[in-house]
C-alpha cells in the first residue's frame, strides 16, 4: 500500500520563513496528485519533506500507516525525478539506469532485468549503449524517468520533471507520464506550475498559494467549483474575468448590477445570495472566457447582453480570443473563429447566467 499522509505538516526555514503551513492531505494509494500554485508558494518544498530531503518543522507524515519524519530518505521507498535531471555523461543510458541498483548490491543479472523492463516501458531498448549527449531532451527526460522506475518505489516525486523540454515535447512527454501512471500503478506526487499539466495528469489537484492550500479537488471540481477568488483565477486559461457587481435583491429574486445593466440569477445562485446576506452589497462576479459569446443564436436569446468595443482580436486556430472592456474591467471572450468581430468594431456579447461565479469581495470566498 502507498498511501501517504501529511497531517498539520509546518516549514519553516532556519531563516524563519514559514514556507508550508499547517498542511493537510490524505493520499489514497495509486493517485496522481498535483501540487500546483505559483512561483514560491511551497510546492517543491512540501515536496521536498516527503522525499526526506528536507526536515519537516512540525507535523506528522506517513506513508501507509509508517510515521517517516526520521526515516532516511533511501529508506523511504519513493523515487524522485527532478527538473534538472543530472544524467552522468560518461556513462550508457544502460549504466545510468543500473547505476543505483549497483549501490545496493542488487545482483547483477535482477539488474538487467529491472533496467531492460524499464527501458521497454519507456521506449528506450534501441537507445541503452548511447551516451547521454547523444539523446535528445525527452529521451534524457525518460532516462531519468528510468534511474527512477528501476528502484521499483511504491511513490513516485517528480518536481516540475518537463520544465526543461521545449512545448511540442512537453506535450508529448506529458502523454508518456500519463500512459506511465497507469501502466506502473503507483502513487505519484507531482509538482508544475503548469495548470495544463495539473488538470490533464492529476487524479487531484491541491493549489497552493503562500504556504496555504487553497483547495483539493479533482480537475473537473476545480474548473467548475473553484473554492475562491484565488483558485478560480488560476486554474483556467485565458483566465476567468472578474469584475465587480452590486446585488440586488426583490423577494426570492436577486439580480447582480454590470455596467449599468441587471442580469437576474437562476434560482439556486439567487437563494446563495439571498442567504449569504448580500442584498445592496458589491460582489465580484467571475465569467470564464468560454461562457461568453458573440454569437447571434446566443444573443438573442440571452438576458445577459452587453456591448462593447473590441479592443484586440487574437486568432488560435480554431478559436478567437476577443479582448473588451466593461465598465472599465478587462474581459476576454474566447469565442468560436468564425466571428465577424475586428478591433474596433462594436459588438453584443451574452454571458451564459448558468456559469457565473460570484465571489465575497472581502474575503474572496465563493458564495456560489
Ligand atoms: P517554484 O515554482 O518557484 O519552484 P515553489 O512553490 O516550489 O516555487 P518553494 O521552492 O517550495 O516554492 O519555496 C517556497 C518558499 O520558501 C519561497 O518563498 C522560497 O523563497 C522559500 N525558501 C525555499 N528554500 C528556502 C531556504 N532554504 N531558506 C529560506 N527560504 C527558502
Aim: net charge neutral; with cysteine; proline share 4%.
Amino acid at each position: 500500500m502507498a498511501s501517504l499522509s501529511l497531517e498539520h505538516v509546518t516549514k519553516v526555514y532556519p531563516n524563519g520563513f514559514e514556507a508550508v503551513k499547517d498542511f493537510n492531505l490524505e493520499i489514497q494509494d495509486k493517485e496522481f496528485i498535483i501540487f500546483v500554485g505559483p512561483s514560491g508558494c511551497g510546492k517543491s518544498t512540501t515536496l521536498r519533506m516527503i522525499a526526506g530531503l528536507e526536515d519537516i518543522s512540525s507535523g506528522t507524515l506517513k506513508i501507509g500507516d509508517r510515521v517517516v519524519n526520521d526515516v532516511e530518505p533511501k529508506d523511504r521507498d519513493i523515487a524522485m525525478v527532478f527538473q534538472n535531471y543530472a544524467l552522468y555523461p560518461h556513462m550508457t543510458v544502460y549504466d545510468n539506469m543500473a547505476f543505483g541498483l549497483k549501490l545496493r548490491k542488487v545482483p547483477k543479472a535482477e539488474i538487467d532485468k529491472m533496467v531492460r523492463e524499464a527501458a521497454k516501458i519507456l521506449d528506450l531498448e534501441k537507445l541503452l549503449d548511447r551516451k547521454p549527449k547523444a539523446l535528445s531532451g525527452g529521451q534524457r527526460q525518460r532516462v531519468a524517468m528510468g534511474r527512477a522506475i528501476v528502484r521499483n518505489p511504491k511513490v513516485f516525486l517528480m518536481d516540475e520533471p518537463l520544465s526543461n523540454l521545449d512545448a511540442k515535447l512537453r506535450v508529448q512527454m506529458r502523454t508518456e507520464i500519463a500512459k506511465l501512471h497507469q501502466r506502473l500503478g503507483t502513487t505519484i506526487i507531482y509538482v508544475t506550475h503548469d495548470q495544463t499539466e495539473a488538470m490533464t495528469l492529476g487524479t487531484r489537484i491541491v493549489v497552493m498559494k503562500d504556504g496555504v492550500v487553497q483547495q483539493v479537488d479533482t480537475p473537473q471540481n476545480l474548473y467548475d467549483k473553484p473554492g475562491n477568488l484565488f483558485v478560480a483565477g488560476f486554474m483556467g486559461s485565458p483566465q476567468m474575468n472578474f469584475l465587480d457587481a452590486e446585488v440586488e435583491v426583490q423577494g426570492d429574486k436577486a439580480s447582480l448590477k454590470i455596467a449599468g445593466q441587471s442580469i437576474e440569477l437562476p434560482p439556486a445562485k439567487a437563494k446563495k445570495v439571498i442567504e449569504g446576506g448580500y442584498a445592496g452589497k458589491t460582489v465580484t462576479f467571475g465569467i470564464r472566457p468560454e461562457d461568453v459569446d458573440d454569437s447571434e443564436m446566443v444573443v438573442n436569446t440571452s438576458k445577459a447582453v452587453f456591448e462593447s468595443t473590441i479592443n484586440v482580436y487574437e486568432l488560435l486556430g480554431a478559436e478567437v480570443y476577443l479582448y473588451f472592456d466593461l465598465d472599465k474591467f478587462p474581459i476576454t471572450a474566447r469565442v468560436d473563429s468564425r466571428t465577424t468581430a475586428r478591433p474596433g468594431d462594436k459588438v453584443k456579447f451574452a454571458f451564459d447566467v448558468e456559469k457565473i461565479h460570484i465571489f465575497d469581495k472581502e474575503t474572496e470566498k465563493t458564495i456560489t
